[in-house]
Nanobody, 114 residues
């Protein structure tokens, strides 16, 4: 089992920044992929960004150039730095861990006001 605990969500004005963190614990394999997904009201959950244990990042087109994903393997923690936030970035952001099995965090709310 893997447990994921997210933090860092909140309310911010358009153009502002937030940083999300997700700490993983439990049966962590050294090789894995962690990432962030989000779900806006009335919409399906969608990929925001992922990063492999080797540091290779992958981003949704909608966040490229504004969001940066990073990780600290020693702390089993992944971060999402979100800059130039837009109202359409509003949603619940979920941390994700994948290796053989997939685990999800509880989610953290991000609200961007116009």
């Amino acid at each position: 089992q893997v447990q994921l605990v997210e933090s860092g969500g909140g309310l911010v004005q358009a153009g502002g920044s937030l940083r999300l963190s997700c700490a993983a614990s439990g049966n962590i394999f050294s090789i894995n992929v962690m990432g962030w997904y989000r779900q806006a009201p009335g919409k399906q959950r969608e990929l925001v960004a992922t990063i492999s244990s080797g540091g290779n990042g992958n981003y949704a087109d909608s966040v490229k150039g504004r969001f940066t994903i990073s990780r600290d393997n020693a702390k089993n923690t992944v971060y999402l730095q979100m800059n130039s936030l837009k109202p359409e970035d509003t949603g619940v952001y979920y941390c994700n861990y994948h290796w053989v099995q997939t685990y999800w965090g509880q989610g953290t709310q991000v609200t961007v006001s116009s």
